[in-house]
């Protein structure tokens, strides 16, 4: 019985706000800004590239994703892959790439629990900081919506 009174109260009061707006329009009281504002089109796809800031360039370089993997030949000092589209992607992920000696470097995730995948927008790993003495390196990344 509270759920139908409940459900009766709600009703009401949408259909007299309604009925005031309409009004209120009626008699030219109900303003409505008709100013332009700005508008960004929201992404519809994720967009995925990889970015050396280092002074070195990165051989055989691999990028795993969840549902995607991408390789490269060379990708030199200083510069950027062309943009991928692909399905999903973490903030971090597998990176691996070889140096101009031949050293392997390389990220492996554990797992994603409790991580949320970016599905829309552009994500760019950055490569950063090459430690050649320990064979790591530091990887970042910038999001766009």
Known sequence: MKKIHLILIIGLL???CKMEMKEDAENGELKVDTTETEKTEPKKDLKFSLYNSTDFALKDVTIGLPDTVLTYAVLE?????????VRSAYHYGF?????WKDRKYYIQP???VGETAF???ELKYIVKLIDTTDQSFELDFDYQK
Do not use: A, L, N, P
């Not at 000092?77 to 589209?85: A, H, M, R, V």
């Open 95 to 99: 990176v691996r790439f070889f140096d």
């Open 77 to 85: 000092k200083e510069s950027q892959t062309d943009w991928t589209k």
């Open 14 to 16: 949408f259909c007299s």
């Open 119 to 121: 599905k829309k927008g």
């Open 110 to 112: 554990i797992d994603y």
